[in-house]
């Protein structure tokens, strides 16, 4: 079956515009993550999804940072007004949602670059 | 605060045996996982740890201390292909995951 995508695999912006990343899970998954990685950097956790649940938003690093997820499937991470430091590789990552020893299958990955 | 720390690189010869090592400390314990990720693509699932123990699979075992907050990863016969980051994940809690920076590993024939 199809594995985790995400679309665009590059994106490159200018300084203050938005961007609208898109992840699409395994089907069935029910648990839905974004993380970032910047260059040599370990994975920084932004929100995750589960089921119906209200999404667990702690890791955003500000305001300009909102993600959705619709109909418990795909799901849209958005960065407004970008910054330089926003630049990194942002990747989605879905699992079945179990309590304990949830596997995440991660997508490819979007690497945005912020002019 | 919550912390996991691994070596920044390591490197080891075709065929050897290599011992990653992931100390953390986190203000709860819901399991550790190991990941493998080669340049440019994204992490891939290699283990999991929620008891104290040595878990094996393959080429590769996974050992925790939870009393000691420590686990490694011991990879035997490596192959080049195995040159890769090799990242630590510990959940603190239900659905909360935290990674480490990554251990650069680099096989060297």
């Known amino acids: 079956g199809a594995g985790v995508s995400q679309s665009p695999s590059n994106k490159v912006t200018e300084k203050g515009k938005d961007v609208e990343l898109r992840c699409d899970p395994i089907?069935?998954?029910?648990?839905l993550y974004w993380y970032r990685q910047s260059l040599g950097q370990g994975l920084e956790f932004l929100i995750y999804?589960?089921?119906?649940?209200?999404?667990?938003k702690s890791g955003l690093p500000s305001d300009r940072f909102s993600a959705e997820r619709t109909g418990g499937s795909v799901s849209t991470l958005t960065i407004q007004r970008t910054q330089q430091e926003d630049s990194a590789v942002y990747l989605c990552?879905?699992?079945?949602?179990?309590?304990?020893?949830?596997?995440?299958?991660f997508g490819p990955g979007t690497r945005l670059t912020v002019l | 605060g919550q912390n996991i720390d691994q070596p920044t690189e390591m490197t080891a010869t075709e065929g050897a045996i290599v011992q990653i090592n992931c100390t953390y400390q986190?203000?709860?314990?819901?399991?550790l996982f190991w990941y493998q990720q080669h340049a440019g693509e994204a992490p891939t699932f290699l283990s999991y740890?929620?008891?104290?123990g040595l878990e094996e699979k393959g080429r590769f075992s996974s050992f925790l201390s939870r009393s000691k907050g420590y686990s490694y990863l011991l990879l035997k016969e490596l192959q080049m292909k195995d040159s890769a980051s090799y990242l630590c994940?510990?959940?603190?809690?239900?659905?909360?995951?935290?990674f480490g920076t990554g251990t650069r590993l680099k096989v060297l024939a």
């Open positions: 986190t203000s709860g314990f819901n399991g």
């Open positions: 089907s069935g998954h029910t648990a």
């Open positions: 740890n929620v008891l104290d």
């Open positions: 999804f589960q089921g119906n649940s209200a999404p667990d």
């Open positions: 990552a879905s699992s079945l949602g179990l309590a304990g020893g949830d596997e995440q299958f």
């Open positions: 994940a510990v959940s603190p809690g239900t659905y909360k995951y935290i």
